[in-house]
């Protein structure tokens, strides 16, 4: 089981990124989804999440400007960030909480983070 994020890169004040992250492998189910974020000398911390029926919870610092979704049929979860801040600057890694086939637990998986650049 992996996880695969891709949508990072460089933008500007007040632009728009997307985030994408697909999970593959022998997978029974998938929980919770979500993403986080970690800037240089930061601690890891949470920036939103979605459970397998939609219900979304935001970071105080994103609400209104970004949007959590998900394909549980393309086993996917997407990130649209607007209204960018410099703030936002980070590794954004996208994690899930996932039960593989034959077994009978669940699993946190990470991707491998990809780099969000917010500057003028």
């Known amino acids: 089981v992996q996880l695969q994020a891709s949508g990072g890169g460089l933008v500007q004040p007040r632009g728009s990124l997307r985030l994408s992250c697909v999970a593959s492998?022998?997978?029974?189910?998938?929980?919770?989804m979500g993403w986080y974020r970690q800037a240089p000398g930061q601690q890891r911390e949470l920036v939103a999440t979605?459970?397998?029926?939609?219900?979304?919870t935001y970071a105080d610092s994103v609400k209104g400007r970004f949007t959590i979704s998900r394909d549980n049929a393309k086993k996917s979860v997407n990130l649209q960030m607007n209204s960018l801040k410099t703030e936002d600057t980070a590794v954004y890694y996208c994690?899930?909480?996932?039960?593989?086939?034959?077994?009978?637990?669940?699993?946190?998986?990470w991707g491998q983070g990809t780099q969000v650049t917010v500057s003028s």
């Open positions: 994690n899930a909480e996932i039960r593989p086939l034959r077994t009978y637990y669940t699993t946190d998986y």
């Open positions: 492998g022998s997978i029974l189910r998938i929980n919770d």
């Open positions: 979605i459970t397998s029926g939609g219900t979304t």
